[in-house]
């Protein structure tokens, strides 16, 4: 099931590839814009942890920007939680400025999580909001649910972020963040973890290629559906915007 989940989500990848160029849009006065994103990738990480077990994952989304800053999108990505539970598809709307001309970004909004696979009382789907301020190459975003995977569990997670421009065409990434959850009480687990990135990337031939080392200090492990899913690693990727 999972194998032709992934052979079909990998066959409309190459579609939307090959077509890119003829699906963005934006209006005559400038005001609306929309905007699409399609890769393949050697994992699927989030916060340091591998989503699909070790595997390759197909993501997209499509998203709407208006110049007031307020946007809206839809992302989607394969998954490996159970045999039921091999989607996810994540909706989204905030808003996104500057204070004046200071230089100082900021950006809050709301996501929801959602598991096509998981029903009714099982259901893992969840609401999560955010606030983030940026300036210059760094960045700051604080995440927060009440309710993560429908458990009624409290989770907060800190984003530090760092990007820059270097020579040659490629782009330096990397962040830092920390998990503080609520899920692991009444456990002997920890209840919180850090995991850290670094990456570069390079547009090349109208795609771009990225490679990134990623991972979790050595309590990412009570976080993961299996310890391996916590290990670093390397993920690699190529990716379109359009």
Same mark, same amino acid.
């Given at each position: 099931m999972k194998f032709k989940t992934l052979s079909a989500m990998c066959l409309a990848a190459t579609t939307v590839l090959a077509t890119s160029s003829a699906m963005a849009w934006e209006s005559e006065d400038g005001a609306h814009s #929309? !905007?699409?994103? %399609?890769?393949? /990738?050697? @994992? +699927?990480?989030?916060?340091? %942890?591998?989503? #699909?077990?070790?595997?390759? $994952? %197909?993501?997209?989304? &499509?998203? +709407?920007?208006?110049t007031s800053g307020f946007y809206a999108g839809t992302w989607a990505s394969n998954l490996s939680i159970d045999e039921e539970t091999n989607i996810e598809i994540d909706i +989204?709307?905030?808003?996104?400025?500057?204070?004046?001309?200071s230089g100082i970004g900021y950006d809050v909004g709301a996501l929801r999580y959602m598991y096509p696979g998981s029903r009714g009382s099982d259901s893992l789907d969840y609401n999560e909001y955010y606030a983030g301020l940026s300036y210059s190459y /760094? !960045? $700051?975003?604080? /995440?927060?649910?009440?309710?993560?995977?429908? #458990?009624?569990?409290?989770? %907060?997670y800190y984003k530090l972020g760092f990007d820059y421009d270097l020579p040659y065409g490629l782009a330096l990434s990397a962040h830092y963040g920390y998990t503080d959850s609520d899920r692991n009480t009444g456990t002997d687990l920890d209840d919180s973890y850090t995991d850290y990135s670094i990456g570069l990337t390079k547009s090349f031939v109208g795609l771009d290629w990225s490679v990134a080392y990623v991972g979790t200090d050595s309590d990412g492990k @009570? &976080? $993961?559906? !299996?310890? !391996?899913?916590?290990? @670093?690693? &390397?993920v690699v990727s190529v990716s379109s915007s359009f």
């Open positions: #929309t !905007s699409a994103n %399609i890769g393949l /990738f050697s @994992d +699927y990480i989030f916060r340091g %942890i591998s989503f #699909t077990d070790d595997k390759p $994952a %197909i993501q997209g989304g &499509f998203d +709407y920007a208006h +989204y709307a905030g808003f996104a400025n500057e204070f004046g001309e /760094f !960045s $700051a975003t604080v /995440f927060y649910t009440n309710d993560w995977g429908n #458990t009624g569990e409290d989770e %907060i @009570d &976080f $993961a559906a !299996s310890r !391996s899913n916590a290990d @670093d690693r &390397f």
